[in-house]
């Protein structure tokens, strides 16, 4: 516990710099990573902006990036990292590389969810004369929104696995503090501490999402 106390400034800002990681690529996962699903679900064979060439490009750009080991992302995007904040170390540096994967893991899900959509509606909303517009965001996202929130929720906690080995860029947070102060230090203490830390932090997190997700679902 002496440990434990006598490190809390550098625990608190380890916790601080996860949420600033973790907080930016679920915005990144929201703000593009909703709109690319949707859209890589609407441009389908038979759907209402059917674009082959294009549900191509976005289906492959996602795949190439989702099946990237993370570690490898982090550095093969360092000269893309330095172009886009001006740097390839810290905290805001971390933040590209996590969105990036953010935005193609979320996608997917996105895609998902709205797949699993029943037909029927869609096609009502069209016998009804609803717009594009309409039948996507009255429609579809409202058929869909408990397996958005449900996908959004693993996404989540995948972001905070992705998190934990940004010490590689120097981005810090909860995963740096335990390699750099618990393991090369051989401090057991604070490596034990750091790990009930994210278990809290992660069924903290599912547990949110599954209440939402189960309180928006149609079916239940």
Do not use: C, H
């Amino acid at each position: 516990m002496e440990k434990i106390i006598a490190y809390q400034p550098e625990i608190w800002l380890a916790i601080w710099q996860t949420f600033i990681m973790v907080g930016i690529s679920i915005l990144a996962a929201i703000l593009i990573g909703l709109p690319l699903g949707t859209y890589l679900y609407l441009s389908r064979k038979g759907n209402l902006y059917e674009n082959k060439l294009l549900f191509s490009i976005l289906d492959t750009f996602v795949n190439i990036v989702r099946s990237f080991p993370f570690l490898l992302l982090v550095v093969f995007l360092i000269p893309f990292t330095r172009l886009v904040v001006g740097t390839a170390i810290g905290t805001t540096a971390a933040t590209v590389p996590l969105s990036i994967i953010a935005i193609a893991y979320y996608a997917r899900l996105v895609e998902q969810s709205l797949l699993d959509v029943p037909k029927g509606i869609i096609e009502a909303a069209i016998s009804m004369g609803a717009t594009k517009t309409q039948i996507i965001f009255k429609f579809l996202y409202r058929e869909a929104r408990s397996g958005l929130i449900f996908g959004l929720t693993t996404a989540t906690i995948s972001f905070v696995s992705y998190s934990t080995v940004m010490g590689i860029v120097g981005g810090g947070g909860v995963g740096d503090f335990a390699i750099r102060y618990g393991y090369q230090r051989f401090e057991t203490e604070l490596m034990t501490f750091t790990i009930i830390m994210m278990v809290i932090l992660v069924q903290i997190i599912q547990v949110t999402g599954t209440t939402v997700s189960k309180k928006l679902d149609k079916r239940s």
